[in-house]
């Protein structure tokens, strides 16, 4: 609903715009005094700036707001923790049974190159994600609130079997 109303807006933005290029364009070929030009436009220059700092910062703020990022990182405390290591072109998971409610921290790395651990929900919505990457543990505390299969891929092509590393999260 939100980015139908932002499309309107847009739309009567540019229907107001148009008709002042018009205007614009059909007095191009008309000789008129710069000075004036000048001294008229500086008159409502600073008032003209303020009004596309607001809009901008509204447009900005209206379209970016539906779309937040899921908490990445928060408090490990409580976090049952999960070692996860990366190598292609496989996923070696320390414990891949989860309860649902309980905090999970993934502590992902790589063992060969960069490779992109996602978790998938049942009907293939990305849920979470991370880079795997050697000689860094990237940590990711995620909860799990329905119960069902996951699957984890990988995101970052690694290699011709790259199509093949998955693996399978069960929540109860």
């Known amino acids: 609903m939100l980015a139908q109303s932002v499309w309107i807006l847009t739309l009567l933005c540019l229907a107001v715009l148009a008709p002042v290029f018009g205007y614009v364009i059909s007095r191009s070929t008309e000789e008129c005094d710069y000075a004036e030009v000048q001294r008229n436009w500086y008159s409502i220059r600073a008032k003209w700036f303020l009004f596309l ?28 923790p999960v070692n996860v290591v990366g190598q292609q072109w496989y996923w070696t998971i320390d414990d891949t049974e989860y309860d649902v409610g309980e905090a999970i921290e993934f502590r992902v790395t790589s063992a060969d190159s960069t ?15 991370t880079q795997a990457m050697p000689k860094y543990t ?8 329905k119960p ?3 699957k984890v891929l990988c995101l970052e092509y690694c290699g011709l079997a790259h199509h093949a590393m998955t693996a399978q999260l069960t929540v109860k």
Do not use: K, M, W
């Open 53 to 80: 700092v607001v809009f901008g910062v509204g447009v900005t703020a209206t379209t970016l707001l539906p779309y937040p990022l899921p908490p990445q990182f928060s408090e490990t405390e409580g976090a049952s």
């Open 115 to 129: 490779h992109g651990f996602g978790i998938y929900d049942e009907s293939g919505t990305l849920l979470t994600q």
């Open 148 to 150: 069902g299969t996951y």
């Open 138 to 145: 990237n940590r990711l505390v995620y909860t799990f609130d």
